[in-house]
């Protein structure tokens, strides 16, 4: 029980660093700001600031420059890879992939229609005529589509290549 009491009347009596002081300013509008901090008050009205001591205590540390770097000139070059720029080669090879990749899309469609149909006919199925035309016609476009999608593999993989070459960033092209 004395631990206890001596410990309270120690916290009591020893003076705490709880206290601090207020800083009061007025900006441009007349409205008055208190806050509990200098670092708080705008750079503008540091100067100006009231200070409102609750307990004696050592000065506030000055407050630290900060240097922010200028903005970008906009007449600043952007960095271009083998003549084109980051963007370009994002936007030219994203739309080559796209394209590929609904031909390809496409083309697993007909075939599978294809597949279907032939199975079905296999076992006796009548189609409408509507599906016989839509096969037949499936069935001719078939190689041309295949062309196609291997022409624009070929066309990406050169885009591909100069890319590298270019030394775009992997991100990119990979």
Do not use: N
């Amino acid at each position: 029980m004395r631990i206890f009491l001596f410990l309270l009347l120690v916290m009591v009596f020893i003076p705490s660093d709880c206290f601090g002081d207020f800083y009061r300013w007025k900006d441009k509008d007349g409205v008055i700001h208190i806050v509990d901090d200098l670092h708080k008050v705008p750079e503008e009205y540091r100067d100006k600031v009231e200070v409102f001591k609750t307990f004696p205590r050592k000065k506030a540390p000055p407050s630290p420059k900060v240097v922010i770097p200028p903005p970008p000139s906009p007449a600043k070059k952007k960095k271009t890879y083998g003549g084109y720029t980051f963007e370009w080669w994002v936007e030219t090879i994203g739309e080559k992939r796209q394209e590929l990749e609904d031909l390809e899309t496409r083309y697993e469609e007909m075939k599978s229609f294809i597949t279907v149909f032939e199975s079905g006919r296999r076992f006796g199925q009548i189609y409408p005529q509507k599906d016989i035309d839509r096969y037949k016609e499936y069935k001719d476009t078939l190689p041309a589509l295949e062309k196609e999608i291997e022409a624009l593999r070929d066309e990406l993989d050169r885009l591909i290549r100069k890319a590298r070459a270019a030394g775009v960033p992997r991100e990119v092209w990979k």
